[in-house]
């Protein structure tokens, strides 16, 4: 099972910039895709964005289109989640996962390995 960890989290105020990266053990193959979901206080764990292998295809929650953007470097193993004008309502912490089974990419249970998530804490 491929590792994964999550970086780059921190406190921002509204508008501001952050970059979270994901970076994998080991290399993943063609077939593999990468998400991020997120996961505010007293809620549930939500899907942010998505990414297969080649990244071509992308994905994203409505509340973050046009302000979010997802991408990867295979050379790094490692996966990234632009994301500009942040809103305090985008606060919780962050998690990547990846080894996307038979079930559908905006939910969690499809999923098979998830890091250990960034704290992103958005003041206004």
């Known amino acids: 099972q491929v590792q994964l960890v999550e970086s780059g989290g921190g406190l921002v105020q509204a508008g501001g910039s952050l970059r979270l990266s994901c970076a994998a053990s080991?290399?993943?193959?063609?077939?593999?895709?990468t998400g991020w979901f997120r996961q505010a206080p007293g809620k549930e764990r939500e899907f942010v964005a998505f990414?297969?292998?080649?990244?071509?295809?992308?994905y994203y929650t409505d509340s973050v289109k046009g302000r979010f953007t997802i991408s990867r470097n295979n050379a790094k193993n490692t996966v990234y989640l632009q994301m500009n004008s942040l809103k305090p309502e985008d606060t919780a912490v962050y998690y990547c996962?990846?080894?996307?089974?038979?079930?559908?990419?905006?939910?969690?249970?499809?999923?098979?390995?998830w890091g250990q998530g960034t704290q992103v804490t958005v003041s206004s």
């Open positions: 990414i297969n292998w080649s990244g071509g295809n992308t």
């Open positions: 996962a990846t080894d996307l089974g038979r079930g559908v990419y905006y939910s969690v249970a499809s999923w098979g390995s």
């Open positions: 080991r290399g993943t193959s063609r077939s593999s895709a």
